[in-house]
């Protein structure tokens, strides 16, 4: 006949947050082992893809964890994939050139009109 497993807790009903898994003891019992939460990925706040180098916990066990094991040592770290980071110096190293491309024929258009 087949052992039966009770709750070792008082919620007894079957919810997400009350699984179980039922495992055999050194002794031969078998008791009902709390499982808890998986964590989700942390993710990209531009694009959305899991963050590589950085585990999956639950909020709780992030907190507790130390700084070095929640981020990337580079910039935008534990917030950016490195895709969306390399966007980011790309546009902005763009609008710096357009900036100057601006002010040289800014300064050309001056020149050209005190010539004339």
């Keep these: 006949m087949v052992q039966r497993v009770t709750y070792r807790r008082r919620l007894s009903y079957n919810t997400k947050s009350n699984k179980i898994s039922v495992t055999k003891t050194p002794g031969g019992r078998i008791v009902a082992h709390r499982l808890r939460k998986r964590g989700s990925p942390v993710s990209c ?33 534990g917030s950016r994939c490195a895709e969306c980071v390399r966007a980011r110096i790309v546009r902005s190293f763009l609008v710096d050139e357009q900036r100057i491309v601006k002010k040289v024929l800014k300064d050309q258009a001056k020149q050209q009109a005190a010539k004339n």
Excluded at 66 to 73: A, C, D, F, H, Y
């Design 45 to 77: 706040g531009d694009c959305g893809i899991a963050l590589a180098g950085i585990p999956h916990a639950r909020p709780a066990v992030l907190k507790r964890m130390p700084k070095r094991e929640k981020n990337v040592t580079r910039a935008y770290g």
